[in-house]
């Protein structure tokens, strides 16, 4: 186990630091689109519904209703692919996955702030 | 093919410098010893034995540490003959993971994990017989016909039929190496390997 550790760290050169958040988290994930060969970063901001595994298999879910539509997405946490994850809001939530969140819509769907 | 001895530590994922998450298997490859270089003059044909991993010495017979001694190494649990080794070695040399390069392709030869007695479906890729309907029952995995009747009335040997599967020495060709480790003696090759965790894995340049 150790020695995959030792072989998962020579990858880890240039990886950014990620900041703690967790279920109930409101996050901004900007992300790098390539498009043939110019690249744009896209944020996508919801609602961090779980967090999943663990090293570098680490992913989240991120949710947000755009047009009505709810949106799901998940991202490696390691993903390249990722420029910055920004923690808008911390939430205060009891459960480490909130799938009953999917359910609820107008103004059920609110999430109460945690105080620090 | 010169190459060197190596054991399966397991499976992960790295992302490339693309941005895609690639499976990789991590392999301890060496260091290994020279025990015994084979000469055209005294044995007939060319090559160099290579030993890896630490073995206890209570369980090394007396032939075998004498021809530890003899190459001035500790006892070794696994030994391989390679051939066509560009460089002469001497006994008590040391091969280690960085005669292969990184982004080469490798072969990779190792015993395969051990499947128990198996059907002609999982051991050779049969479809088994039929379609599931049209009355059609318990025969889903069947082999089907073994062969024709009165003529030759008997069913040809090496007919592919069930039974003891896995087990076998598999070797796998091409296999991308992804990163090369020395400090570790870790090797990083692409996709996967033969083999149970921990097995003996013979790797070719």
Known sequence: ?116 | MPGLIGKKIGMTSVFSADGKNVPCTVIEAGPCVVTQVKKMDSDGYEAVQLAFDEKREKSTNKPEAGHFKKAGTSPKAKLVEFKEFEDEFNLGDIISVDIIEEDSFVDICGISKGKGFQGVVKRYGFSGVGGQTHGQQDRDRAPGSLGASSTPSRVFKGMRMAGRTGGERVKVDNLRVLKVIPESNLLLIKGSVPGAKGSYLIIEK
């Open chain 1, 1 to 116: 186990m150790d020695l995959i550790k030792v072989a998962q760290e020579a990858f880890n050169e240039g990886i950014k630091e990620v900041p703690e958040f967790g279920a109930g988290d409101t996050v901004s994930v900007h992300y790098k689109i390539k498009e043939g060969t110019k690249e744009r970063i896209q944020v996508f901001r919801g609602v961090v519904i779980q967090v999943k595994g663990h090293g570098n298999n680490k992913r989240f879910t991120v949710r947000k209703v755009s047009n009505n539509v709810g949106i799901e997405r998940i991202f490696p946490i390691r993903s390249p692919f990722i420029d910055k994850i920004e923690v808008n809001r911390k939430g205060k939530v009891r459960r480490a996955r909130i799938y009953y969140f999917r359910k609820l819509t107008g103004k059920k769907a609110r999430i109460k702030e945690k105080r620090v």
